[in-house]
C-alpha cells in the first residue's frame, strides 16, 4: 500500500521559528497530500501537491515535491503556539474510487509559546 | 464552509451490542469513506463507497461491520456485535469528483465498549 513516512517523529520549536517535516514514500504517485490532527480532534487537509509540481504555497505553508526523491517537505512559516498538533502525509497513487489514505506515525509538532 | 458532520461525538456500548454510527458527508460528494483511529495509534482505513457500493475495504473491516448510505444523504457505520477492540475514534471522510479532490473528515466519533 502507499504509505508516507514522515520525519522527525517529533520537532518542538520556538514559536517564531519555521518547521520543517519531511515525508518519504515507495512508489509512483498521483500527487501527495498534508494533513493536521489535533489532540483528540479529526484530520484536516492542509495542501496538496500534484506529481507534476515542485512547490506549493499556501499562507504560511510551503510544500515541496521531488518526485525522483521520492520525497516531500512542509514547512510552516513563523510558526504559533496554534500549529501544536501531528502533521501526516498521505501520498496517494491513484484517485478513482479506491483513492484510501493511508498515513504513518506522523511528526508531533510542539510550539512552545 | 461544508464540513462533513458525526453523530453521536462519544458512544459508549456494552461488548456485543450493534452501534450505528452516522455521518453527513459534504452534500456534492460522491466518495465516501471510514477510517479507525486506536488511542496511541495510526488512522487506518475501513472502507470506500463509490455509487452505493463498496469500492474497497481493509481486513479490518470484517463481516462484523456494514456501510449504508440510506437516504442519500447519511453515510452510516455500523459495528452488529462488538468487540472491546473496537473501542476507537471512527472517522467519516468524504471526497468530491475530480482527479485531486482532498478528503474532508469529519469530526469523528469515540466508541468505547466495555
Known amino acids: 500500500s502507499q504509505q508516507g513516512e514522515e520525519d522527525p517523529q517529533a520537532l518542538s520549536i520556538q514559536e517564531g521559528e519555521n518547521a520543517t517535516m519531511n515525508c518519504s514514500y515507495k512508489t509512483s504517485i498521483n500527487n501527495l497530500q498534508w494533513y493536521r490532527q489535533n489532540s483528540g480532534r479529526g484530520l484536516v487537509h492542509l495542501i496538496l501537491i500534484r506529481s507534476n509540481e515542485r512547490e506549493k504555497h499556501s499562507g504560511r505553508l510551503r510544500v515541496t515535491l521531488d518526485t525522483s526523491k521520492k520525497s516531500s517537505s512542509l514547512l510552516i512559516t513563523a510558526s504559533r503556539a496554534a500549529d501544536t498538533a501531528s502533521y501526516f502525509c498521505a501520498p496517494l497513487a491513484y484517485t478513482g474510487a479506491n483513492s484510501k489514505l493511508t498515513f504513518g506515525k506522523g511528526i508531533t509538532l510542539s510550539v512552545r509559546p | 464552509e461544508p464540513e462533513v458532520t458525526q453523530t453521536p461525538s462519544h458512544q459508549v456500548t456494552q461488548m456485543g451490542q450493534e452501534v450505528i454510527l452516522r455521518c453527513v458527508p459534504i452534500?456534492?460528494?460522491?466518495?465516501f469513506y471510514w477510517y479507525r483511529q486506536i488511542l496511541g495509534q495510526k488512522v487506518e482505513f475501513l472502507v470506500s463507497?463509490?455509487?452505493?457500493?463498496?469500492?474497497?475495504k481493509s481486513e479490518i473491516f470484517d463481516d462484523q461491520f456494514s456501510v449504508e448510505r440510506p437516504d442519500g444523504s447519511n453515510f452510516t457505520l455500523k459495528i452488529r456485535s462488538t468487540k472491546l477492540e473496537d473501542s476507537a475514534m471512527y472517522f467519516c471522510?468524504?471526497?468530491?469528483?475530480?482527479?485531486?479532490?482532498?478528503?474532508?473528515f469529519g469530526p469523528g466519533t469515540r466508541l468505547t465498549v466495555l
Open positions: 471522510a468524504s471526497r468530491g469528483q475530480g482527479a485531486y479532490n482532498e478528503q474532508f
Open positions: 452534500s456534492n460528494h460522491l466518495y
Open positions: 463507497f463509490y455509487n452505493n457500493e463498496i469500492s474497497e
